[in-house]
Antibody
Framework: QLQLQESGPGLVKPSETLSLMCSVS??????????WGWIRQPPGKGLEWIGR???????DYNPSLKSRVTISADKSKNQLSLKLTSVTAADTAIYYC?????????????WGQGTTVTVSS | DIQMTQSPSSLSASVGDRVTITCRAS??????LNWYQQKPGKAPKLLIY???NLESGVPSRFSGSGSGTDFTLTISSLHPEDFASYFC?????????FGQGTKVDIK
């Protein structure tokens, strides 16, 4: 059974870089035809798609974050990573990794439990 | 970006009620519309994909319909565990976007 687990620092200072990992078990991030993605949710608010990475390494990002975000994959560790530079309080959120299923119209059928990141000095 | 507009933003209902939530896209997204349920402190859970396909393990009281720009999520008879927030999401074109959510609470 595919499982995703996010990890990373819960507190980041303004202007610094937020770095998160997503460990994948029960499946391989190298599986053909699959994307992997990141989504975030500010406290008490809705969901915002951050971006996705294809098994080939191709990435797509939300234009609102594109200048600051990098999503990458470490196939040897079966992990995804998210880096967001120059963070501000507006980046405070729960960050989720998820798998968009190409066989289900790219609906995100597997989610991690989320990790809370607070941006504060 | 494709804007997703959900309505209502909240509703109060009783156990056994039929509940309908609507989602409108700012342009045609064919059937690339998905519905999620989210409970407090939990990750979203996929309910419906491709506008009308029930995700495995999801109760049949949940159904989805629509295509193009207008979509509906229906809960035929509300159960106690259905009190939650619901989000629509388009996966037609990046950046994938979500509706603002509908909170269903107990009347």
């Amino acid at each position: 059974q595919l499982q995703l687990q996010e990890s990373g620092p819960g507190l980041v200072k303004p202007s610094e870089t937020l770095s998160l990992m997503c460990s994948v078990s029960g499946g391989s991030i190298s599986s053909s035809s699959y994307y992997w993605g990141w989504i975030r949710q500010p406290p008490g608010k809705g969901l915002e798609w951050i971006g996705r990475i294809y098994y080939t390494g191709t990435t797509d990002y939300n234009p609102s974050l594109k200048s600051r975000v990098t999503i990458s994959a470490d196939k040897s560790k079966n992990q995804l990573s998210l880096k967001l530079t120059s963070v501000t309080a507006a980046d405070t959120a729960i960050y989720y990794c998820a798998r968009p299923n190409s066989y289900s119209n790219y609906a995100m059928d597997v989610w991690g439990q989320g990790t809370t990141v607070t941006v504060s000095s | 970006d494709i804007q997703m507009t959900q309505s209502p933003s909240s509703l109060s209902a009783s156990v056994g009620d039929r509940v309908t939530i609507t989602c409108r896209a700012s342009q045609s997204i064919a059937n690339y519309l998905n519905w999620y349920q989210q409970k407090p402190g939990k990750a979203p859970k996929l309910l419906i994909y491709g506008a009308s396909n029930l995700e495995s393990g999801v109760p049949s009281r949940f159904s989805g319909s629509g295509s193009g720009t207008d979509f509906t999520l229906t809960i035929s008879s509300l159960h106690p565990e259905d009190f939650a927030s619901y989000f629509c999401q388009q996966s037609y074109s990046p950046p994938w976007t979500f509706g603002q959510g509908t909170k269903v609470d107990i009347k």
